[in-house]
């Protein structure tokens, strides 16, 4: 028999989360069925999305229900194994969510190759968030040499990666991201061509000073001010790929101030900016081999750099999730469970 300890919602927030609205409990699993798995879990991913899993309000994925675990990609160690895909000790990427254990079906998870990468990179760099910043900014962002592209929450996996895959087809790369030591990161070990702050007074003229040539790209991570002090600089033809608005996830009302939509209608307007949102899901079906294979190589030569953020403790997810929401991870988040 085997026990896991998992975390449930416990309330659904309003507003910030807080760790009242999780509880932490065990449970017995039942053996596994023919054609199932049981699993360990190693490490456990954190991303933002689950703050609208937590919520009841309409999306594109449904939301966790009252007392049900908290949904998250893992990385996960087979401990027995009623399929012939997988053996006992194979290590996989799975969907198993916040918990110690959990059985599920064999073709629900893909084996991993250890020797390849450091496991825990499938879910960052390797992985979903990897993918998000390859695909979007590749299938919409279409950056092209001498471009100028502009990526907020810069020294995370979607925003480090966005701005790295830039230079890489030649663009100037502008990462924004919160506090000295990100910004540090961000432009001296990411290498982009200039990195801001945006908790700073003077933001949007610091901004205004780093695109003398206006932007092309606004991979927009964020929403909030800094999507305000954006918007008044692209150029003609810009691209906007809308990834994430997480300045705006713990919202429980709408935004104090003016109503900026009609300036911001006007910029599309008047600019022929392209404004097009996704999920990184709907492209894995086209992009996914070809991510895995540019994302090794840039890896492997250097060209792509990246940062983890590792919390030890299953026990400490909530407060570690909770922090990612106010900035306080540097890198991508992951909890090593196992
Ligand atoms: P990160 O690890 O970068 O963490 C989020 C970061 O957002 C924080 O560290 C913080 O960085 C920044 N942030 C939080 N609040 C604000 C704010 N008000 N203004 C500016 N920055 C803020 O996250 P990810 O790289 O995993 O995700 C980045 C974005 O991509 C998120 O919006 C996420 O929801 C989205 N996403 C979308 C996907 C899709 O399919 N569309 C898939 C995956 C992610 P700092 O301290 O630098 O401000």
Redesign the pocket.
Known sequence: MVESTRIVLASRPVGAPTPANFRIETVELPPPAEGEVVLRTLYLSL???MRGRMSAAESYASPVEIDEVMVAGTVAEVLESRDPSLAEGDVVLAYSGWQSHQVVPAGAVRKLDPDKAPISTALGVLG??GF?AYS?LLKIGQPKAGETLVV????????SAVGQIARIKGARAIG????PD?VAYVRDDLGFDAAID?RAPDFADQLRAAVPDGIDIYFE??G???ADAVYPLLNTYARVPV?????NYNAADVPEGPDRLPAFYSRILTKSVTVRG????EFVKEMYKDFLRDMSGWIADGSVRYREDIVEGLENAPEAFIG??????F???VVRVG
Do not use: W
């Not at 907020?152 to 979607?158: C, L, Y």
């Not at 924004?176 to 506090?179: E, L, N, S």
């Not at 990612?324 to 991870?329: C, V, W």
């Open positions: 991303d933002p999305y979903m968030p998000t979007g907020a929450a810069a020294s995370g996996p979607v925003g924004i991201a919160g506090g990100k945006h991570n964020v909030g001010a800094v990834c994430g608005l997480i300045a996704f999920i990184q899901s990612l929401l106010e900035g306080r991870n890198g991508k988040l």
